[in-house]
């Protein structure tokens, strides 16, 4: 019988996880006789009882092992720590708030069936989110698919059936700073696409707010292209060239016409914009080192507390 890996990272959500597994557990009742199915939870140093809600579930549903982080550690880094402690031959991360709606999983698994090694959740309504959220959204979709290699498929987050290759690929990849749509879309495989309605939050509050989501947009363009870093090259070419031509003009206007006092405001103008210039490629520079700064640390991407297995 083959077996199917939930991971779902969990961060102050102990009003969601009893919800979340009674849904999934009548959604998945159909399908028991032909797969077994476990629970990887991972406890991302929530600070409500969400350790508790898990280890009271465990009894009645044995099938969940919970990894419970030493603090807070972001959600990608959970969703790595739930791969890398999955044994499915199949994995599915989920959101717990069920955003991700279960009944979605049985088409997933059919395509799985039909050979497919990764199979993509899209969101083809998301009028539950936001305008602004739908809006940046796509702005980052369109920008990040430009300058990336390889593409990120628009509208799909972390919810994907991934096939045990798939997930032997990802654990192989060893970067610290991890956005795991880039990682899941960087190590490819054959794709299927199953859309679905995204859902409104059952319970509990998002995560994430404005800031936390354009510093998680920088992550993914920094991490899947260095576009911004060589884009300098030709942004001081063009400069340097259009100041050679400007200086070509003015001696040939001095030798015609003789000296000149004026031009106070152009030379200003000019200095605050190669300065601002300056500054922005520098900018850009040091998100670049920092990034090197974090990698070359080479500290471990999640520290575990405590590993409650399954049974
Ligand atoms: N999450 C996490 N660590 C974090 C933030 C979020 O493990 O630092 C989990 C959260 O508990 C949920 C999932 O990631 O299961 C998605 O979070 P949320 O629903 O808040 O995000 P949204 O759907 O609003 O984008
Ligand atoms: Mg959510």
């Known amino acids: 019988m083959r077996r199917i890996s939930f991971v779902v990272p969990v961060f102050n959500e102990e009003e969601s996880i009893p919800v979340f597994l009674k849904t999934m557990e009548e959604t998945l009742a159909p399908l028991t006789g032909a797969y077994t199915f476990d629970y990887v939870f991972v406890n991302d140093g929530s600070r409500d009882k969400t350790l508790e809600v898990l280890v009271e579930a465990k009894k009645q549903y044995p099938a969940i092992s919970i990894v419970d ?62 305008r602004a959220k739908r809006l940046t959204a796509l702005w980052f979709y369109q920008f990040i698919n430009i300058i990336a290699k390889p593409q990120i498929p628009e509208n799909v987050g972390d919810f994907r059936l991934m096939d045990r290759k798939v997930v032997e690929a990802l654990k192989r990849l060893p970067e610290r700073r991890r956005f795991m749509k880039g990682l899941f879309a960087w190590v490819g495989f054959n794709t299927a696409v199953v859309d679905y309605e995204r859902q409104v939050r059952q319970a509990g509050v998002t995560k994430f707010s404005g800031w936390k989501l354009w510093n998680f947009a920088l992550e993914g363009i920094t991490s899947f292209s260095t576009a911004l870093l060589e884009i300098w090259t030709y942004i001081g070419l063009l400069i340097s060239s259009s100041a050679f031509l400007y200086l070509a003009y003015i001696i040939l206007r001095t030798l015609l016409f003789g000296r000149d006092i004026e031009g106070y405001s152009s030379t200003l103008a000019t200095i605050l914009f190669l300065g601002g210039a300056q500054m922005v490629g520098l900018g850009i520079l040091g998100v670049y080192i920092g990034r090197i700064y974090v990698e070359v640390k080479n500290r471990p991407i999640y520290i575990v507390r405590d590993y409650f297995p399954e049974g």
């Open 69 to 130: 982080f030493s603090r807070n550690f972001g959600k990608e880094a959970a969703l790595t720590a739930g791969i890398d402690n999955s044994k499915g031959d199949a994995v599915i991360p989920m959101d717990v708030d069920l955003q991700d709606p279960p009944e979605v999983v049985p088409k997933l698994i059919k395509k799985w069936e039909e050979g497919y090694e990764v199979v993509l959740a899209r969101r083809a309504d998301r009028s539950s989110d936001s």
